[in-house]
């Protein structure tokens, strides 16, 4: 999510190369993101305890999603607009200082693009749970809208389809996963980043488990077929990546197969959809007891 590490090492590298606006505005992201990872997982850690009751943690969830809101606007006011006029010299790497210029330019559009639809998984994880609804809205915002190309899985609730930030965020996903596609190796640490966090909002938000699995498993295949000459920082950056994408291809799938083990030997049936015995009424008032004997 936003608190990825890699996503941190990016947004402070490139805050240092670029000037102006576009730098402030890299700094903003990289502080905010920064801090907006430590309460996220302080929220993970309480969403365990029981999501109805009124608990200060609704403060916290509030506060995840004004951050993230702030995080929506930064990003699209003083980072996607200024892209288009970015241009740096080589400051060393391979190739010609175009090249490398290009290569920055490349890893600042994906960054920037998968900040956006990570700050809008946010929105999705938390703003219409928990009945933390905000008065805050994506109006004025150039966030991706349905243009009618949006299918939700069909195991997808009707509240989730309703929701308002549920297409937009589909959309910002797959337009940061083609991005990662077109510009950056299969083996690029970024790359990789997108993929992850793709795969978990179709698992946690769109409740596709099988189509979640397969993005991660997908992103290890590729990564591990690519010959792209990596330094030895990116190649343990993509190591942890496809590491936790690694766990997320085979995440559930012990949970549905012992599910399905079960209903196979028929222990659901006897177990869980029997009915309860029905305790005959007690008699003159009084209640027996394990010895036999009234009380």
């Given at each position: ?9 990016y947004?402070?590298?490139?805050a ?27 929220a993970?850690?309480q969403?365990?305890l029981?999501?109805?009751r ?11 999603i004004?951050m993230a ?6 990003l699209q006011?003083e980072v ?7 241009a ?19 890893e600042l ?5 998968k900040?956006n ?6 929105f999705?994880?938390f ?19 349905d ?16 929701y308002?930030y549920?297409?937009?965020t589909?959309?910002a ?6 991005a ?12 990789l ?6 795969a ?14 397969q ?17 030895d920082e990116?190649?343990?950056?993509a190591m ?10 085979k995440?559930?799938l ?7 083990q079960?209903l196979?030997s028929g ?5 869980e959809?029997t ?6 009424p ?14």
């Amino acid at each position: 999510m936003v608190g990825s590490e890699v996503d941190h090492k990016y947004l402070g590298v490139y805050a240092t190369l670029t000037t102006g606006v576009l730098s402030n505005g890299l700094y903003k992201l990289l502080g905010l993101s920064t801090l907006l990872s430590r309460k996220l997982l302080r929220a993970r850690k309480q969403r365990k305890l029981d999501p109805t009751r009124i608990t200060k943690s609704h403060d916290l969830y509030r506060h995840i999603i004004w951050m993230a809101r702030e995080g929506l606007d930064i990003l699209q006011h003083e980072v996607l607009p200024h892209l288009p006029d970015f241009a740096t010299p080589a400051t060393g790497g391979n190739g010609s200082g175009r090249a490398s210029a290009q290569g920055i330019l490349n890893e600042l559009q994906v960054l920037a693009l998968k900040m956006n639809a990570s700050f809008l998984h946010i929105f999705v994880l938390f703003d219409h749970t928990y009945q933390t609804q905000t008065s805050m809205s994506l109006a004025g915002l150039p966030v991706a809208q349905d243009n009618g190309s949006v299918n939700l899985p069909t195991g997808t609730t009707k509240t989730l389809r309703d929701y308002a930030y549920i297409k937009p965020t589909i959309l910002a996903f797959q337009k940061a996963d083609a991005a990662a596609v077109k510009l950056l190796p299969s083996s690029h640490p970024l790359r990789l980043s997108v993929k992850l966090e793709f795969a978990a909002f179709t698992y946690d938000c769109t409740k596709d488990h099988e189509t979640s699995r397969q993005i991660a498993r997908k992103a290890v295949d590729q990564a591990f077929a690519s010959s792209d000459p990596m330094d030895d920082e990116s190649f343990e950056d993509a190591m942890t990546m496809v590491g936790a994408l690694g766990a997320m291809a085979k995440r559930g799938l012990h949970k549905e197969a012992k599910g399905k083990q079960r209903l196979d030997s028929g222990s659901v049936t006897m177990i869980e959809l029997t009915p309860p015995i029905q305790q005959a009424p007690y008699t003159n008032g009084t209640k027996p007891t394990t010895n036999g004997k009234a009380r």
